[in-house]
């Protein structure tokens, strides 16, 4: 405050003196003025008009050049994984349609619809196929004056029940175009809760909560049961005992597969959904769901074997879609960046690095240094390996190694394969329980979903982890996988 005065009285003096010297020097310039000086200060200002002439020109020019550059993609909606596409895109997901519309089709009409629990790996069409039946179900509820709500929130970055109750209440907020009147911290979840039944209550006459990702929503450690849980039982018991008279349906999506079974018993006995199962999808389901969207480019700018590959690409790590449809996109973004008047095999296989690079860069932003040891020595191992897979005996093994070399805390080998298995949650890596014979005990084998060599060349990026040489660890590893066998 006190240096923002005196700069503001600073700054007013230096105005002062500043106008009466500009004064003095317009009289002076008057006075002296002459033809010579004239010519040269006509000379100057034409120099200086031809100089920004030249500048915009270039930049006109740039401009127009990039402008008359045709680019390669038409409709970049259609390779926007959150954009819902039209239902004649959807390819191979008839029976989930089918299920999912056929149990929430009750909201049409003056019943609660079920609950569903719709599971599989990641983009496999769970958000989508929920998208698409909700539009539709509110298309028809407009035509027929009932009010219909689609109430969606993705719970992977909510920490707590308390975040998440309040992010429903302004999903819900949202959808209505009302406000949320109640704050968003310092209240105690039981108003959240209130507010959101408010707005449900006064807004809708059915609504469908669908919580993405919601096995994320693991709350405070401290608690006996997950986040997730509580709101589960929270949400279906509300529905039937009437603090929420609108009819409602929650759908709970989750990759994984295992969610139900942390769902707490009390919660269950309320919820009991319909289970919906997706599957990975393999190469052709990839290469139809890409062909369906083939019109994103213009006409004849695919390469033949551009649509092949990056399904080959995305159904050899787990039959994502997403991945095939963001491998298209950043293919034809390198082709539009390089000049090119094609996509190419090679903008896929560039693209391939970059997507695989991000998706590893995402999940490993946000673990702690202790997880990212546990990862980059599972990965080395899997680098190592021909089937690219890693026993957790081993990675354990590297694991003690690096935390001695860096001087970090160790866990014992059983925090350690629970560090792993909290890491499936994204996808980047499975396992499976296995064992060489009855004397070889018990191991769980990990697979990556992305190659080991990008995650440890992303791991890298982090400075405590580049302390150790990637070369020893080699060693280490290649020694620790002969004693293995
Ligand atoms: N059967 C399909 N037909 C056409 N497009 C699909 C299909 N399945 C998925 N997609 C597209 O793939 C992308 C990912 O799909 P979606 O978000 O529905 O996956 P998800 O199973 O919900 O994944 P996550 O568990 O990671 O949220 C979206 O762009 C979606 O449009």
Not at 126 to 137: D, G, Q
Not at 173 to 183: H, R, Y
Not at 333 to 350: I, K, P, Q, S, W
Request: hydrophobic share 35%; charged share 30%; net charge negative.
């Amino acid at each position: 405050m006190g240096t923002d005065g005196s700069d503001d009285s600073h700054d007013g003096d230096g105005d002062g003196v500043g106008q009466s010297e500009v004064s003095d020097e317009t009289t002076d310039q008057a006075t002296l003025s002459s033809e010579s000086t004239t010519a040269e200060r006509e000379a100057d200002s034409a120099s200086t008009v031809q100089a920004a002439s030249d500048d915009s020109q270039s930049i006109e020019e740039m401009l127009l050049e990039f402008d008359q550059q045709e680019g390669l993609i038409r409709d970049r909606s259609l390779l926007d994984p959150n954009h819902i596409v039209e239902e004649d895109r959807i390819v191979g997901r008839d029976e989930q349609l089918q299920e999912v519309t056929k149990m929430l089709r009750v909201a049409l009409g003056d019943n609660r619809p079920p609950n569903l629990f719709l599971y599989g790996p990641s983009g496999t069409g769970k958000s989508l196929i929920t998208k698409a039946v909700c539009k539709n179900i509110s298309t028809i509820c407009e035509s027929r004056d009932i009010r219909f709500g689609t109430i969606e929130v993705n719970c992977q970055d909510l920490d707590t029940l308390g975040v998440a109750v309040y992010e429903l209440a302004s999903r819900a907020a949202d959808v209505a175009g009302v406000d949320v009147e109640v704050p968003k911290h310092g209240v105690a979840t039981k108003e959240k809760w209130d507010e959101l039944y408010r707005i449900v209550n006064e807004n809708f006459d059915s609504a469908v909560f669908v919580l993405d990702e919601l096995d994320m929503l693991v709350g405070r450690r401290d608690k006996q049961e997950p986040a997730f849980s509580r709101l589960l039982y929270q949400l279906s018991r509300a529905g039937a005992n009437n603090d929420l008279t609108a009819h409602i349906s929650v759908v709970a999506i989750s990759n994984d597969t295992k969610m139900m079974e942390s769902v707490g018993s009390r919660a269950l006995s309320s919820f009991t959904p319909e289970d919906v199962h997706f599957d990975d999808y393999d190469a052709n389901q990839l290469q139809a769901i890409l062909r369906r969207r083939r019109d994103a480019f213009y006409d004849d700018v695919l390469d033949d074997d551009v649509i092949p590959l990056a399904a080959a690409f995305a159904a050899q790590t787990h039959g994502d879609a997403r991945k095939a449809i963001d491998l298209v996109r950043v293919a034809g973004e390198l082709a539009e960046r390089e000049g090119d008047e094609r996509v190419r095999e090679e903008h896929v296989r560039e693209a391939q690095d970059k997507v695989e690079k991000n998706r590893v860069l995402e999940v490993v932003r946000g673990i702690s240094t202790q997880k990212k040891l546990c990862l980059y020595a599972t990965a080395a191992v899997a680098a190592e390996t021909d089937d690219e897979s890693a026993r957790s005996t081993t990675g354990y093994r590297v694991y003690q190694f690096l935390t001695d070399a860096i001087d970090a805390d160790q866990y014992h080998q059983e925090t350690y394969v629970n560090k792993m298995k909290e890491l499936t949650t994204y996808s980047l890596v499975d396992f499976e329980r296995r064992s060489h014979g009855p004397s070889s005990g018990m191991f769980l084998e990990f697979q990556f979903g992305e190659r080991p060599e990008t995650i440890l060349e992303t791991l890298r990026e982090d400075s405590r982890i580049d302390m150790v040489s990637a070369e020893e660890v080699t060693s280490v590893v290649t020694a620790q996988v002969r004693n293995q066998t």
